[in-house]
């Protein structure tokens, strides 16, 4: 997409430039798009509105971690840009909820138009995105606290942590496994081309397709994958608190075998 291409489609119905992130997909090879900048200022020209659909909407720089580059909400609203919509689930981790800022004139024209009432969210939604954004004021807290954030930032020496301590309580009940190297993916269609290095601990003294069938049916189901019939779990979305589980499904699943 070039610049002439929004400038030919205007006319005298237009009344908004609107660009949409390629959030759950990837378009590559020879691609062009246009940036905000550059919309915004050509929105101004015809006196139009610009907005950007930003997503994800995330307000840490992730490339500072390692992680790859997504345009930020501060970035996006010093464009020049009227409008921006993000999720306030995705990356942000707060909420499922979508969230609107932008021009005063034109955030308090939305807020008289009779659909806000259709869309609207509870207080309980409300609430739980002051808890997210609030936690945002410090960005370190927001990386320790936030499950999303610090799933997606930690370091990887923490996973490994987390694998050693599932290798030896499966070592305890005599299960033999063996830590491998994975690429977690970021999900909810955020990020579809970033992966994280990771760590998942693999079992090797049980069939895998035997286990996997058996951990779907359990009260707490367990989603690992199985390779080389090897049934593997990811370590990146274990928290410490689910370690029990986890140790008893493998032993109910010792019991039956
Ligand atoms: C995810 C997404 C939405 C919808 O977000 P919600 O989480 O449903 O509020 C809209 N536009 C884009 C570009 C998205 O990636």
Excluded: W
């Amino acid at each position: 997409t070039h610049l002439a291409d929004y400038q030919k489609a205007i006319n005298e119905n237009t009344s908004m430039l609107l660009k949409v992130h390629t959030s759950n997909y990837h378009i590559s090879g020879f691609t062009k798009s246009v940036s905000n900048k550059e919309i915004a200022e050509l929105a101004k020209e015809h006196r139009i509105i610009s907005m950007e659909d930003l997503g994800s909407g995330v307000l840490i720089d992730f490339s500072k971690y390692g992680q790859k580059k997504e345009p930020t909400i501060f970035e996006s609203l010093s464009s020049g840009i009227d409008l921006i919509t993000f999720s306030g689930d995705k990356l942000l981790g707060g909420p499922q909820c979508g969230v609107i800022i932008g021009k005063k004139e034109l955030i308090s024209k939305l807020k008289k138009n009779q659909f806000l009432r259709a869309f609207r969210v509870c207080k309980m939604t409300i609430s739980a995105l002051e808890f997210t954004f609030k936690q945002y004021v410090d960005e370190k807290v927001a990386i320790e606290k936030n499950p999303t954030l610090n799933r997606i930032l930690e370091p990887i020496s923490e996973v490994f942590k987390r694998a050693e301590v599932l290798k030896n309580l499966l070592k305890d009940i005599e299960i033999d496994s063996e830590i491998i190297e994975t690429k977690a993916i970021i999900g909810g269609g955020s990020m579809p081309d970033a992966t994280i290095n990771s760590y998942g601990v693999a079992i090797t003294s049980l069939d895998g397709k035997q286990v996997e069938t058996a951990f779907l049916k359990e009260d707490t189901p367990i989603v690992g994958r199985v390779q080389n019939n090897q049934f593997f779990i990811d370590l990146k979305t274990i928290h410490s608190d689910e370690y029990s589980i986890i140790i008893k499904n493998f032993k109910k699943f010792l019991e039956r075998v």
